[in-house]
Structure formats: C-alpha cells, structure tokens
C-alpha cells in the first residue's frame, strides 16, 4: 500500500514539475537546476533525476515561461512576464482544480 502511493506521489510530482517550478521562481525567485532538484527532495522526498528536471526547464524556457541566464558556473532561472501569468491564472483556478480532483476521485 505504501509502495503505491509513493509511486503515485512520484508520478503526480513529474506531472505537476512545471506548475511546481513557476511556483517556486515567483516565490523565491531565481533558481538553479540543481536547487529545483534539491526543492523536490527536500520537500517531497522524491529524488528527480536531472535529466528529467533540465528537459522540462529546457521545456519552459522555450515556450517562454523562463529565462535562463549564466550565473558563476551555473544556469539560473526566472519566471518571464508570460510565466509569471501562467501561474498566477493557474493559482486563480486553484480551486476549480481541487473540485475537479474530488470529482475524479469521489
């Protein structure tokens, strides 16, 4: 049983790991790969493996969510004015979301 359900929190994480990253850049700001992978382990206690992390970064900047830049050695990211309007609509419907989820699952 809890095998299953860590499954599940895995899978949901890898579906939700864009709307997770635009959150956190408009919370904390710039972030790195490597700190966004640190993020989900920390806390959700799911180690992402960083290729899957840097396509869906590589993703989003070219659909113009983020923008990458070279900070010292490493590449940093934050939110584009249209990522920071994709997450603030998706924050709005937030509970349209929840009700569709009790739906799915009620």
């Known amino acids: 049983m809890e ?8 899978r949901t994480l890898k579906n939700f790991i864009d709307v997770l990253i635009l959150k956190s850049l408009k919370k904390d700001g ?3 790969g490597y700190d966004i992978i640190g993020l989900v382990h920390g806390k959700f206690g ?6 899957t992390i840097y ?20 590449r940093v990211y934050e939110l584009t004015e ?4 994709t997450i603030d ?17 009620g």
């Not at 590589?58 to 050695?73: C, H, Q, V």
């Not at 609509?89 to 799915?104: A, D, G, P, V």
């Open 55 to 74: 396509a869906k970064l590589y993703s989003m900047e070219r659909d113009g969510l983020i923008k990458g830049s070279w900070n010292s050695r490493k």
């Open 89 to 105: 609509s998706i924050l709005k419907s937030m509970q349209s979301n929840l009700q569709l989820m009790r739906e799915i699952l």
């Open 46 to 51: 799911v180690l992402m493996s960083s290729g």
């Open 3 to 10: 095998a299953n359900l860590k499954m599940l929190n895995q």
């Open 82 to 85: 249209k990522g920071k309007e």
């Open 30 to 32: 710039a972030k790195s």
